[in-house]
């Protein structure tokens, strides 16, 4: 299985909002609404934001949000702020071999 | 409030096994839910490596699954990983973590353990 395709980085303003893409195949994203995201600091334990395409877990700010369209899931931050900057992963369930499998990781830069 | 601590050796030889357990407190391994591993190699993403239910049900990655073996110790609460026949290239930051069933995604996770393949 290959991995989830992530754009290397994306950068915005304070206040502002921005997208990151996460593109699978039919074999993954596309036949399953189990794409999750998830917020790693360097050092410390991953934290989950984003599951089932577009639930958020409790305590995660309303300023995250999922979507799903074909093969490609996103996650949209918006009223960027300065502790947003950190990396994020997508992951979906792949089908057939019952496993996950990760996106590349997007480093988010708030300029 | 669930926590999940990871440890073992932090150098393993090339060639030789990788051996790590998760110990799990706040909540039973035998109430249900899967738990399982994921890794970052440095300067790399993440990969899924497997998890395991509380029965022993297990399901790997398939680019792993001839080198991997998870298991659960119910009576201790934790689980473990094995993964033989290491390589440099399974040099990595592991991760334990905790995943709802059927649900494939991971909601607690250990804070890792840096475990370096090095002669």
């Known amino acids: 299985q290959s991995a989830l395709t992530q754009p290397a980085s994306v950068s915005g303003s304070p206040g502002q909002s921005i997208t990151i893409s996460c593109t699978g195949t039919?074999?993954?994203?596309?036949?399953?609404?189990?794409v999750s995201w998830y917020q790693h600091h360097p050092g410390k334990a991953p934290k989950l934001m984003i599951y089932e395409v577009s639930k958020r877990p409790s305590g995660v700010s309303n300023r995250f949000s999922g979507s799903k369209s074909g093969n490609t899931a996103s996650l949209t931050i918006s009223g960027l702020q300065a502790e947003d900057e950190t990396d994020y992963y997508c992951c979906s369930y792949v089908g057939g071999s019952n496993s996950a499998v990760f996106g590349g990781g997007t480093k988010l830069t708030v300029l | 409030q669930v926590q999940l601590q990871e440890s073992g050796p932090g150098l393993v030889k090339p060639s030789e096994t990788l051996s790590l357990t998760c110990a799990v407190s706040?909540?039973?391994?035998?109430?249900?839910?899967?738990w399982g591993w994921i890794r970052q190699p440095p300067g790399k993403g993440l990969e899924w490596i497997g998890i395991i239910y509380h029965s022993g049900n297990t399901y790997y990655n398939p680019s792993l699954k001839s080198r991997v073996t998870i298991s659960v110790d119910t009576s201790k609460n934790h689980f473990s990983l094995r993964l033989t026949s290491v390589t440099a290239a399974d040099t990595a930051v592991y991760y334990c973590m905790r995943q709802p069933a059927s649900f494939w995604y991971f909601d607690y996770w250990g804070q890792g353990t840096l475990v370096t393949v090095s002669s």
């Open positions: 039919n074999s993954d994203v596309g036949s399953y609404n189990l």
């Open positions: 706040g909540y039973s391994i035998s109430s249900g839910y899967y």
